[in-house]
């Protein structure tokens, strides 16, 4: 029985914490309807999925036909040797479908399966219109083809350990992840694509410099402000009038992390000052903080700091007469970093 790993989320509705189930053509071709998929908007029009497909049964059939304006990249969770490809109705022989290698898969081609094997395999569903929208934004000309083999997988390490890196996200509940960690991986990931088997070539350099004293001020209110992580790479970029590869690259270069790093830090810095200084519920912190609840905020907390929030309050909590002045010094920190 081919076995359904985690619900749907559109991670344009994460920053309610909402979840909206949702299909995609793959999953349905393969009759997983209820399979796990992120989507993303952190290109415009991109609609952008991971998924992640997970099948124990042996000889589940030919597939129903996919033809879509898009490009699946599979990484293969495990080995399945024994599998027929279709492609315009032409038998393609599969080849290296080994566990870590990647596959791509030309979608417009009306592809089909015949599967013996049992699978497993991290999916990122491309449509060609976000290879548009890289290029739009970059300035180039825009991509038509990925270069590939049908029906042979490969070597990528890059590609590999985005997909991975994506799958406790899929294996989350959707209000624990947030759209800006999502946005970031896709970026990459795309991006990647669109370069090394796209052949899109940059044809200026992007300035080295980070971001300007006002661009990194607005960012950070920005993501302050909306801890949750729902806020997207492209708002970001905008409200900085800048694109998103020179956006994400300048703030980089101006705070030493990625955007959604930043956010983290951010937020496990408040709940470190208001388990030291309040008798705030180490739930209502959670959420003040910008965590889906307690159980996020404590993995997260215990991933940082190596304890959990409860232990951490217990060996830092201030008496009350060290409120005031320790409430005098933040402001003095917040004021010096507004102007810095």
């Given at each position: 029985m081919c076995k359904v790993l985690s619900g749907v989320a559109d991670i344009g509705q994460l920053g309610a914490g909402r979840a909206i189930r949702g299909r995609n053509p793959v999953a349905d071709a393969l009759g997983m309807q209820d399979a796990p998929i992120l989507t993303t908007s952190a290109l415009r029009r991109s609609g952008i999925a991971f998924l992640e497909l997970n099948c124990n049964s042996r000889n589940i059939g030919l597939t129903q036909a996919v033809r879509e304006d898009a490009f699946l990249i599979a990484l293969q969770m495990k080995a399945c040797p024994d599998f027929d490809l279709y492609a315009d109705?032409?038998?393609?022989?599969?080849?290296?479908?080994?566990?870590?290698?990647?596959?791509?898969?030309?979608?417009?081609?009306?592809?089909?399966?015949?599967?013996?094997?049992?699978?497993?395999?991290?999916?990122?569903?491309?449509?060609?219109?976000?290879?548009?929208?890289?290029?739009?934004?970059?300035?180039?000309?825009?991509?038509?083809?990925?270069?590939?083999?049908?029906?042979?997988?490969?070597?990528?390490?890059?590609?590999?350990?985005?997909?991975?890196?994506?799958?406790?996200?899929?294996?989350?509940?959707?209000?624990?992840?947030?759209?800006?960690?999502?946005?970031?991986?896709?970026?990459?990931?795309?991006?990647?694509?669109?370069?090394?088997?796209?052949?899109?070539?940059?044809?200026?350099?992007?300035?080295?410099?980070?971001?300007?004293?006002?661009?990194?001020?607005?960012?950070?209110?920005?993501?302050?402000?909306?801890?949750?992580?729902?806020?997207?790479?492209?708002?970001l970029a905008r409200e900085c009038d800048l694109s998103i590869r020179h956006f994400t690259r300048a703030f980089r270069q101006s705070t030493g992390v990625a955007p959604h790093a930043w956010l983290v830090h951010q937020r496990l810095e408040k709940a470190r000052g208001l388990l030291a200084i309040s008798s705030m519920a180490v739930a209502d912190i959670a959420v003040d903080c910008g965590f889906a609840d307690q159980s996020h905020l404590t993995r997260t907390f215990r991933r940082a700091v190596g304890m959990s929030p409860g232990a951490w309050r217990r060996m830092n909590f201030r008496p009350r007469a060290l409120v005031a002045p320790l409430h005098s010094a933040a402001t003095s920190f917040a004021r010096d970093t507004q102007t810095a």
């Open positions: 109705g032409r038998l393609i022989r599969p080849q290296q479908f080994e566990a870590g290698n990647v596959a791509i898969f030309d979608l417009r081609s009306n592809l089909a399966t015949d599967v013996r094997d049992p699978f497993h395999v991290v999916d990122l569903y491309l449509p060609r219109t976000a290879l548009d929208d890289i290029a739009d934004d970059a300035g180039l000309n825009r991509v038509a083809e990925l270069r590939h083999r049908p029906g042979t997988a490969m070597r990528d390490p890059v590609v590999r350990d985005l997909l991975l890196s994506m799958r406790p996200a899929l294996a989350a509940r959707p209000e624990e992840t947030a759209a800006l960690f999502v946005d970031h991986l896709t970026l990459a990931l795309a991006t990647h694509m669109a370069h090394v088997y796209g052949g899109m070539r940059l044809s200026r350099p992007v300035p080295r410099g980070g971001l300007a004293a006002w661009q990194e001020r607005r960012a950070k209110e920005l993501l302050s402000a909306n801890l949750n992580g729902g806020i997207a790479l492209s708002d």
